[in-house]
């Protein structure tokens, strides 16, 4: 265990520490948080590859009192360094799906350009690469005890934690937070898009007995049959549905109590960060009017962890960087209510 004897956390943060200037190793910490600067098929605003050392640095900022839990850093919060080998790897494909995307926005025929067909087969060979390298750090810190946090990066990001999540759990849920749906499809032909990374995680994990979705208020009408054909295996609560219900007079406890009855007793969080109201995260990728506040979802979660069921690991993603640190800070405060909220 860390001596915290001469550790204050009145003081002002030491940069020299890790997240949030805590003192802890990887190995002593309860909470491991994987950066992944990964955003090659991002459809519209880019610059989350670079947001975990945004929120790393803003990190240094938060106060270390959680009146939901004040002690839960004590056992460990920790951020791995980012992997430049990955980073560089996406830049590069990214430049790739830029060129790609145009070109198929203009009504071309990809059969008529074979250099467009080389960048789409390696673009789609980097999201299993991403997938294989997310599935192999995960396993690795889940072998080890560890509660483990994806710190995105675009939201294609978490797939392969959530196939070592079931490997060692088996059957779980997830809670999603999101505008969007993503339950396209191959989107823009990209197999492992950001658009598409609930509807290949039920494909390819059986073991996720249960989406549900919360905040969406962009969807397509493939992703909309997708729900209706689902056997209540996807249940979403519609951005809409949910603000009439509270214009009408429903409070936001009653309706949250609705949400956790969906879920099974093992639960991962997808938390996109455009499910909140675009204040709060103005350069997220793809903004949307609506959705929430922060301590709404906040406390949709602890009433999670409240009814008894088990929170396995989370992932934050869609972060924006712009020319002031507010996404950053907000996405460091909402990191760490997480951390806090996985070992309480």
């Known amino acids: 265990m860390t001596d915290l004897s001469g550790f204050n956390p009145n003081a002002v943060a030491n940069p020299n520490n890790n997240i949030f200037g805590l003192p802890f190793t990887e190995d002593e910490s309860s909470v491991v948080i994987l950066p992944v600067p990964w955003e090659v098929t991002v459809s519209y605003g880019a610059g989350t590859a670079r947001a975990a050392e945004h929120v790393f640095k803003s990190s240094m900022q938060v106060d270390l009192l959680d009146m939901d839990g004040d002690a839960g850093w004590k056992k460990g919060f920790f951020m791995k360094e980012i992997d430049k080998k990955l980073l560089l790897k996406g830049d590069y494909l990214r430049k790739e799906a830029e060129l790609y995307i145009d070109y198929i926005s203009q009504g071309a025929e990809l059969t008529n350009n074979k250099f467009m067909c080389k960048s789409l087969k390696?673009?789609?060979?980097?999201?299993?690469?991403?997938?294989?390298?997310?599935?192999?750090?995960?396993?690795?810190?889940?072998?080890?005890?560890?509660?483990?946090?994806?710190?995105?990066g675009d939201h294609s990001?978490?797939?392969?934690?959530?196939?070592?999540?079931?490997?060692?759990?088996?059957?779980?849920?997830?809670?999603?937070?999101?505008?969007?749906?993503?339950?396209?499809?191959?989107?823009?032909?990209?197999?492992?898009?950001?658009?598409s990374i609930m509807y290949n995680a039920?494909?390819?994990?059986?073991?996720?007995?249960?989406?549900?979705?919360?905040?969406?208020?962009?969807?397509?009408?493939?992703?909309?049959?997708?729900?209706?054909?689902?056997?209540?295996?996807?249940?979403?609560?519609?951005?809409?549905?949910?603000?009439?219900?509270?214009?009408?007079?429903?409070t936001w406890g009653k309706i949250t109590d609705e949400i956790i009855q969906h879920l099974p007793q093992k639960v991962y969080i997808s938390f996109d960060i455009d499910g909140l109201d675009r204040k709060l995260c103005p350069n997220t990728g793809t903004p949307v009017p609506g959705g929430f506040e922060t301590e709404e979802i906040i406390y949709l979660f602890k009433k999670i962890k409240q009814s008894g069921r088990e929170l396995i690991g989370f992932d934050l993603v869609e972060i924006g960087v712009g020319q002031t640190d507010w996404d950053s800070n907000v996405g460091a405060r909402i990191l760490w209510r997480l951390c806090n909220l996985m070992v309480l």
């Open 122 to 152: 390696e673009i789609n060979e980097g999201g299993i690469y991403l997938n294989n390298w997310v599935y192999e750090q995960s396993k690795a810190l889940l072998d080890k005890g560890k509660l483990v946090g994806i710190l995105g």
């Open 202 to 250: 039920l494909k390819e994990i059986p073991e996720i007995s249960k989406l549900v979705q919360v905040g969406i208020r962009d969807y397509c009408e493939q992703e909309w049959e997708y729900i209706c054909n689902s056997n209540f295996r996807v249940i979403t609560y519609f951005d809409k549905n949910v603000k009439e219900r509270m214009f009408e007079g429903q």
């Open 157 to 195: 990001t978490p797939l392969g934690l959530m196939k070592a999540l079931a490997e060692k759990h088996g059957s779980f849920g997830i809670i999603q937070i999101d505008a969007h749906c993503d339950l396209r499809e191959k989107y823009e032909d990209f197999t492992y898009s950001h658009a």
